[in-house]
């Protein structure tokens, strides 16, 4: 089995920071993408950032400049750096994960599907 776990979610001020954690574990013999995900409440989940395997990273317009994306892929983690936070970035966060399994790779398919973490909420103060 293969899990995420979200870690780091808080009440912030605005213009304060958080850094948000997520570490996957079980039977993975790789991970491709990861990234997070946010949703407030009455809108759509929505991507906030990515990396890939390689460290390239993407972002949503409403973050760049303000979060950092990155992981450790020896630990199988990443993690979100978030500065200036604003009001408006007060959501459920989700960490995503495309997760190659021990199973799937033996068996020869190299299904690689999404898998999510429980989520974390991230409230802004104004």
């Known amino acids: 089995q293969v899990q995420l776990v979200e870690s780091g979610g808080g009440l912030v001020q605005a213009g304060g920071s958080l850094r948000l954690s997520c570490a996957a574990s079980g039977s993975i013999f790789s991970i491709n993408a990861m990234g997070w995900y946010r949703q407030a409440p009455g809108k759509q989940r929505e991507l906030v950032a990515s990396?890939?395997?390689?460290?390239?990273?993407n972002y949503a317009d409403s973050v760049k400049g303000r979060f950092t994306i990155s992981r450790d892929n020896a630990k199988n983690t990443v993690y979100l750096q978030m500065n200036s936070l604003k009001p408006e970035d007060t959501a459920v966060y989700y960490c995503?994960?495309?997760?190659?399994?021990?199973?799937?790779?033996?068996?020869?398919?190299?299904?690689?599907?999404?898998?999510w973490g429980q989520g974390t909420q991230v409230t802004v103060s104004s």
């Open positions: 990396i890939t395997s390689g460290g390239s990273t």
């Open positions: 995503n994960a495309e997760i190659l399994s021990l199973q799937s790779y033996y068996s020869g398919s190299y299904a690689a599907p999404d898998y």
